[in-house]
């Protein structure tokens, strides 16, 4: 037996729970009604076996994970609790669904009545802000979860104002701030946690994982992933359509994914037309004996067409080298980064486009590309049946978690089980495809591709 990494996953609370839930559920298990979730209830982060060696890799009792629900003593009492929820970043489907969850779960589950929405991500807390907050119940947000987008707005940056966030917190006698972002609103959750841990103050800050790319380390899932993939497939089966009914065609479709090409490889598994599945974590070479335009022809060759579906940051590399027309991310009038501290990628799509145009009339090969980005129809799609049900229990999880004096910490889902996870340990690193694991596997073997498309 051998222990693997070891990953602190205490939660913070703000102080001993003392306040009996009004939610009447039972202590005891085998008596058909509903249960508390015991403070002491946990799952192991990891556990695995080589059953031909007998040796276990078990997880150390640090590495328990604590479960998310409804606990029997909450911190808050729910007269004097005024709650507020903000999104931030990019769209992405469920982020209403999210929002309705929250604020039904605060009414009616623990009678709260005030709750603010806070507008265009943490640019409506910053002190300058023009954007007063909605007043929220639940016939403000009645039937939101089947429109896409969200009803409080978002937008990228603020969250470095920490100090200006956290005074506008207190001006507003909030004590719970919900907020439901990726990477860069979470970091921002934790240091605005940080803050208000250290001025003494007795505010819950909750998040909500909201990344499209799927990207955010021990989150089984994100919301608005599988509505992602299922709108990416229907841009697919387009392309392939255009493909196979024209001479030579070529379907090129180019979908979210700027460091992880989760939303690529389930897309390509759904939709067995994907002939090329390219993602940052495959690098690839164009030109040569093994490149991607070698690879193309033989099968245009062979078949006469097809599909080509690839991350937006796959390829980054190959336009940063290429003398194009393209304009650099570094040059004067573009900056580095975007206001969430993203950097800016080049257009793969249309590179990759002209790339295969140039390349196939040296050869004198007629070909006709089709090229579809789907993008922002796929983060402002209304979420699918399966993302509307993950919404809605992360919002009544999070509701749960705040009330019970929970902060700076994550609701995860994790072996199936919704989990706390401190929001420090959430985005200390990214989740990638791992190109020697099952899933890119799988895409190699749906796709058959070649394994590497490198000139070694």
Known sequence: MKNINSYDFSVQNLGKATISSPIMMSKNTGDKFANYVNESESILHHIDANLATGETVVSSHINAVELAGPREKIYFNPAHVHASIVTCGGLCPGLNNVIRAVVRCFWYRYNVRRISGIQYGY???????????????????????????????????????????????????????????????????????QEILKRGLKISVIGIPKTIDNDLSFIQSSFGFDTAVSTAVQAVRGAHVEAHDSINGVGLVKVMGRESGFIAAHTALAMSDVNFCLIPENPFDLEGKNGLLRHLRERILSRQHAVILIAEGAGQGLLEKSSGTLPEPSSRSIAKTDASGNKRLHDVGVFLKERIAEYFTKENIEVNIKYIDPSYIIRSAPANPNDSIYCSRLGAHAVHAAMSGRTRTLISLMHNRFVHIPIEIAVAERNYVDTEGSLWRDVLENTRQPVSMKNI
């Open 123 to 193: 640019r409506g807390l910053v002190a300058e802000s023009p954007f007063e907050p909605i007043k929220l119940d639940p016939d403000v947000v009645d039937d939101i979860q089947m429109k896409g987008g969200t009803i409080l707005g978002s937008s990228r940056g603020g969250g470095k104002k920490v100090a200006e966030i956290v005074d506008s917190l207190e001006r507003m006698n909030i004590n719970i701030l919900v907020a439901v972002g990726g990477d860069g609103t979470l970091r921002g959750a934790d240091e605005i946690g």
